[in-house]
C-alpha cells in the first residue's frame, strides 16, 4: 500500500513547490497529465545522485521499477553490463505476466504487476516490456549548479529582463548541463547553454580558434536570441523551450499535424522518429528544474552561491600571443584561460593567435587600466594577422590520424580546424586546413632601413622627405588618427589649419591624440560644421540591418560608431549614434529630387538592389571609422525612413540574384544549402522531399541540382522570402568581416572544384565566386580554364 500512494504524495509535494516558486501559469502551464513527469524529474534532480539511478516506463514515468546503486570504480563497461541484468530481469517478469498469468506469482512479480491497473491487458503488459530505460540521478550534479549559477545568474536575469523574456528561464541552464561552462554533450553541444555548432554560428563566432559557446555572457545573448525567435515562432512557452531541443520547425510540424498547441497531448500523442525521450520529457524536466531552483532549500538545505563574475573586458588592437597577454597583465596563464573559456586550445598551445578585436576578459583589481597596459606592449610582440593555415588535398589511403602526424599537429586540433564532426569521413580531394607558423610581428612587418653606405663609398645626397599630397576628404568626414600620426601631418593631408582640425574635434592641446581616435575633417560631410552625428533610440522590432537601410548607412559604420562587437546586440531602448550626414530626410530630399524615369524605362520593373557587379569594378569603400568617445549631442531621428539606398555596385549581393527564385515549383540548389534548409523554408521534413525528388539518403545534394518543391504550406513567395533572407543573412555577416580589395584571374589546375576553390585554396565563398563568374557553370570545370577571384581583405 506504500507504493501506491507515493505518487499522490508526489503530485502533492510538486504541486506546492510550483505555487510558492510563483511561477506565472499562463505562461508554463502544468496540466494534470505531465505531473508524473514533472515528480519523475524531480526525483532524478533531488533524490538520485550519479551513482544511481531509475528503472522506469518511458510512457509512463509514474512507474519506476527500481532504484539501482552503481558501485564505485565501475568501468563504463562494467556498469552496461549491471544496468542491462536489471533492465532484462523486468523484461522476463512483464513478458511472463503479458502471458496472462495472474496465480502463482513471486512477490516481485506481484509487485510488478500492482503497478498497473487491476484490468491491465496483456498488450499493455507486453508493450511495456519494450519500454524499459535507466534515467542516471543528477542530484549532486544539480546542487553543484545550484552554487555554480551565482557567477553568471544576475546577468541572465538581466539579460532576459532587458529582451522581455520570462526571469524563470534562468532554470534552463540546469536542465542542460547543470551551469557546467565545460560541459560537452556526445552531439557535440558546448556551454551552459548547450550550443550545437550549427545553431551556435548563427549566433556566435565558433571555429577553431574561438567558440563563444563556451563563454557563459555571450552564449546567454545567443540563447536568450534563440529563445526569442522559438517563442515568436511557436506561440507559447511550453512549445517554446521544447523547440531549444528539437528545433522550432520540428514544433510547428506537431501543431499542424495534431491541430493544437496543448503541450500535454503533444507529449502523449505526436509520434515523429527525431521527437524522442529527450525531446517528449524535455519540457517537463524544466518545469521540475524551475521548482527545484526556485525553493533549494526544501531538498538540500542551506546553498551559497558562488559571488558573481564581474571581470574587467579589453578589446585586443592587434593579435597577441597569450603568453605575452599573460606576462603583461601580470597573471598565469591558467588564470587567464580560465576567464577566457571561448580561447580554444590552439591559443594556449601557441598555435594561433588570440584575435585582435577580441574582448578579453580580465580578473578585476589590476593596478594599471588595460588600455594602459595593452599600449605598452612593444610591436615586437604584437601581429597583424592570425597564424595561416596551409591546406592539405587528401589522397587514396589517407586518414585523419595520419594527416594528422605527418603535420605534427592533434587529430582534435585538426578535425576541429576543418568543422569535422565524424573524424573518419573524409573523401579523396577534400581539402583540409593545416594550423601553421605565426606572422610576422608589427615590428617584423615595417620595411627595413636602408643599408647603410659602406666606408669610402659616396655617401648618397640627403633624402628630403617629400611634401604630403592633399588627399580628398573621406566621404563621411571622419578619419582614424593611426600610428606616427600628429595633428599637423593629419591637417597638411586633407589642406586644412591645425586650428581648423583642432576646433572641430575640440581638442585643448594639439600635442594629444591617440592611436585609433576619430577626427572630424573640417570641409568633409561628417564635419561638425556641416552636421552633428545623429542618434537613434531602438525600437521594438528593430535590427541593425533595418536601422542601416532606413538611415542610408553601413552596419559597420555603426557598429564602430558605437563600439558594438555584434550586429545583433542591440536591445529596445538603447541610443545609437548614426554616422553623420546619415538622416532620413536628407534621403528622401534625394530620392524626391531624382528624375523621373522615361516611358521606355518605366516599362521595365526596376530591381530592388542594384545589380551584379562585373568583376573589374573597383573595390567596395572602406566602413566609416568610429568617432572619439564623447559625440556631440544631437536630436532624437525620426522613425518616418524613405525606401533603403541601392547597395553599391561595386559589392555584390547576391541574394538578389534570380539564381534564389522559384520556377513553377521546382529550384536548383545553391550553395550553404541543404534539403534540412529547404524542410524548414516548407514547413515539412526532409524525408519528405527526398521522396518526392527519389533521392536516396545516401545521396548528397549537387550544385546546380534541380530540386521538386512542395509549396503547398507556404507558397512559392513565402520560400523564396525564407530562402533569400538566409543567403541576406549569410552575406551581411561576410561582408561585416571582409571587404573586396579588387580581383585577379586563376587558372584552373587539375581537380580544382567550387567546393575546393572556395574552402581550402583561395577561401573565397562560393556564392562570391558565383558572382563574379555568371558565364561558368562550376559543375563542369576543366585544367586550363579561367575564372575571376576577388581578393579579400579583412577590415581593420
Known sequence: MLRRILVPVGLLLVLLAAVQAGADPSLFPRPAALEPRVVFWTRIYTEVDTSGGLIHDTG???????????????????????????????????????TGKRSGLSSEEQRVRAMFPPGVSNATLQRASKRIRFQLGQADKFRAGLVRMGRWEDYIRQVLRERGLPAELVALPHVESSYNPKAVSHAGASGIWQFTRSTGRRFMRVDHVVDERRDPFLATVAAARLLKQNYDSTGTWPLAITSYNHGAAGMRRAVRKLGTRDMSVI???????????????????????????????????????????????????????????????????????????????????????????????????????????????????????????????????????????????????????????????????QVLEIPGKAPRSVAQAKPKPAPKAKSGARKPRNIVKATPIREAI???????????????????????????????????????????????????????????????TVRKGDTLDGIARRFGVSQRAILELNELRSRHRIQVGQRLYLPAGSRPAQVAKAAASAPAPTAAKAAKPAPARAPEPKPARAPAPPPAAKPTPTPA???????????????????????????????????????????????????????SLRRLNGIKSSRRLRLGQELR????????????????????????????????????????????????????????????????NPGVDFAQLRAGQRVTIPRLEKRS
Open 709 to 772: 518543391l512542395d509549396l503547398s504550406r507556404v507558397g512559392a513567395a513565402g520560400f523564396e522570402e525564407r530562402r533569400r533572407a538566409h543567403h541576406r543573412d549569410l552575406q551581411s555577416r561576410f561582408y561585416g568581416d571582409w571587404q573586396i580589395a579588387g580581383t585577379r584571374e586563376y587558372v584552373l589546375r587539375r581537380g580544382d572544384t567550387l567546393w575546393a576553390l572556395s574552402n581550402g585554396r583561395e577561401g573565397v565563398p562560393a556564392w562570391l565566386l558565383l558572382a563574379y
Open 267 to 429: 507529449v502523449e500523442k505526436y509520434r515523429s522518429r527525431s521527437f524522442g525521450f529527450a525531446s517528449q520529457n524535455f519540457y517537463t524536466e524544466f518545469l521540475a528544474a524551475l521548482d527545484v531552483e526556485t525553493n533549494p532549500e526544501r531538498w538540500f538545505g542551506p546553498i551559497t552561491k558562488d559571488l558573481p563574475e564581474q571581470p574587467t573586458i579589453v578589446v585586443l588592437d592587434d593579435y597577441f600571443k597569450a603568453t605575452t597577454l599573460a606576462r603583461s597583465f601580470g597573471l598565469s596563464l591558467d588564470v587567464l584561460r580560465e576567464h577566457n573559456p571561448a580561447l580554444l586550445s590552439s591559443v594556449w598551445k601557441g598555435q594561433k593567435l588570440v584575435p585582435s578585436s577580441y574582448g578579453l576578459r580580465l580578473p578585476p583589481g589590476g593596478t594599471r587600466a588595460p588600455e594602459v597596459v595593452l599600449a605598452s606592449v612593444p610591436a615586437s610582440e604584437r601581429f597583424t594577422q592570425q597564424v595561416r593555415d596551409r591546406t592539405y588535398r587528401v589522397r587514396r589511403g589517407d586518414t585523419l590520424s595520419k594527416i594528422a602526424r605527418r603535420f605534427g599537429v592533434r587529430e582534435s586540433t585538426l578535425a576541429r580546424a576543418n568543422g569535422l564532426r565524424n573524424r573518419h569521413r573524409i573523401h579523396v580531394g
Open 474 to 536: 573621406p566621404a563621411n568626414g571622419l578619419y582614424k588618427v593611426r600610428r606616427g600620426d600628429n595633428l599637423a601631418e593629419i591637417a597638411r593631408r586633407f589642406g586644412v589649419s591645425q586650428s581648423d582640425l583642432a576646433a572641430a574635434n575640440r581638442l585643448r592641446n594639439r600635442n594629444h591624440i591617440r592611436v585609433g581616435q576619430v577626427l572630424r575633417i573640417p570641409g568633409g560631410s561628417g564635419s561638425a560644421e556641416h552636421v552633428r552625428p545623429g542618434v537613434y
Open 633 to 687: 549631442p544631437a536630436a532624437t531621428a525620426t522613425a518616418t525612413a524613405p525606401a533603403p539606398p541601392a547597395a553599391p555596385a561595386s559589392v555584390p549581393r547576391p541574394h538578389t540574384s534570380e539564381r534564389y527564385a522559384v520556377s513553377g515549383s521546382t529550384i536548383r540548389v545553391q550553395p550553404d544549402e541543404t534539403l534540412g534548409h529547404y524542410a524548414e523554408w516548407l514547413d515539412t521534413t526532409a524525408s
Open 60 to 98: 509512463n514515468l509514474g512507474v519506476v521499477y527500481e532504484r539501482i546503486s552503481l558501485p564505485p570504480g565501475l568501468s563504463s563497461r562494467a556498469r552496461e553490463r549491471r544496468i542491462d541484468a536489471v533492465r532484462d530481469r523486468y523484461k522476463a517478469i512483464l513478458r511472463k505476466l503479458a
